[in-house]
């Protein structure tokens, strides 16, 4: 069995093949992958909180098969140690036998930026240069990564609450071929840009309707949960909304589920999601000044496509 830690990972997953990866994944549709209901367990903590072990898994019957395994330790945070931490298992789905075993936080950026970029690749205008990456986390330098594989972007902006993080991650990213700076207007860095990306732990929205460029298309990948939101109403009624899944979408996503709770968008605003956009079953940006927005929450099959790839990256001698 093959074992990759994060920066093997990483290197096995060079974005333009991932991004394609996951077009056939999402073209082939959910009818090839079976996805059972996620597992989670209780694992108690003498005198702390209980922890939690969750398994995501999806397979390709009789090829391959693979488990996200997540944990999450909520007494971590005093040990300064990560709260949730995991791994993701690929097997072959013939013998069971464990193929491989990838850094779970890795495989998960790396996936997670893929699949923003693929919706892009439809939705965001063919001559976008300019970028804006509103958060500063883990994520940040990936989304700028994968959407620059898919899009012309020459000039990026950062902006995150702390500046001085903005800074360091902006001064890190940049390149010759890729300018990279610091905002500290978040409003005047929106009105210029031709993709935005958001991916924030924000509960209350960053992004406001009023400042949103003609022809913008915006990537929102935080808002992970039905309490969290990145972009306001307006956003929302102003955009041609796309998402990964409806059913996830539509249960999970606040920037997706408070608009609608509230009557201000309906299912039938949510104009397609990637099983549609990639066989071509919806058009994605019909016109230049049109603005455009995909919402990300994930799918287990996004996982799958990317641990193959990975594998086969290194079975074939592409990567380290």
Excluded at 127 to 138: H, P
Excluded at 271 to 291: C, H, P, S, V, Y
Aim: glycine share 8%; hydrophobic share 40%.
């Amino acid at each position: 069995m093959r074992v990759l830690g994060y920066n093997e990972t990483i290197a096995a997953l060079e974005f333009p093949p991932l991004v394609e990866a996951l077009r056939q994944a999402f073209r082939n549709g959910p009818e090839g992958i079976e996805t059972p209901v996620a597992e989670v367990h209780r694992i108690p903590v003498p005198n702390e909180p209980a922890g939690s072990l969750i398994l995501l898994a999806a397979a390709q019957p009789g090829k391959q098969f693979g488990i996200k395994i997540v944990t999450g330790f909520p007494g971590n945070a005093a040990r300064q140690k990560p709260v949730r931490m995991g791994s993701y298992l690929l097997c072959d789905g013939r013998t069971g036998e464990h193929l491989a075993l990838f850094d779970g936080p890795a495989l998960t950026a790396r996936r997670t930026a893929a699949a923003s970029a693929l919706a892009a690749s439809y939705l965001a205008r063919a001559d976008s240069e300019r970028m804006l990456m509103i958060g500063t986390g883990a994520l940040a330098s990936h989304m700028i990564a994968a959407h620059a594989s898919v899009r012309p972007i020459h000039n990026v902006l950062v902006w995150g609450r702390d500046h001085d993080k903005a800074k360091r991650l902006a001064k890190r990213l940049d390149r010759r071929n890729l300018k990279v700076e610091a905002a500290t207007d978040l409003e005047k860095a929106v009105r210029g840009a031709h993709v935005i990306c958001c991916a924030t732990s924000a509960h209350e929205p960053i992004l406001k309707g009023e400042w949103l460029p003609e022809g913008v298309h915006i990537d929102l990948v935080g808002g992970r949960t039905p309490q969290m939101r990145e972009a306001d109403d307006d956003v929302m009624t102003k955009s041609r909304i796309f998402v990964d899944t409806r059913e996830a979408a539509e249960t999970q996503a606040g920037d997706i589920v408070v608009p609608m709770e509230s009557g201000v968008i309906t299912s039938f605003d949510i104009a397609g999601d990637l099983f549609e956009l990639t066989r071509g079953d919806k058009a994605g940006r019909r016109f230049n000044n049109q603005i455009t927005l995909f919402k990300s929450v994930g799918h287990s099959l996004e996982d799958l496509a990317g641990a193959q790839v990975a594998l086969d990256n290194v079975v074939n001698g592409q990567t380290i």
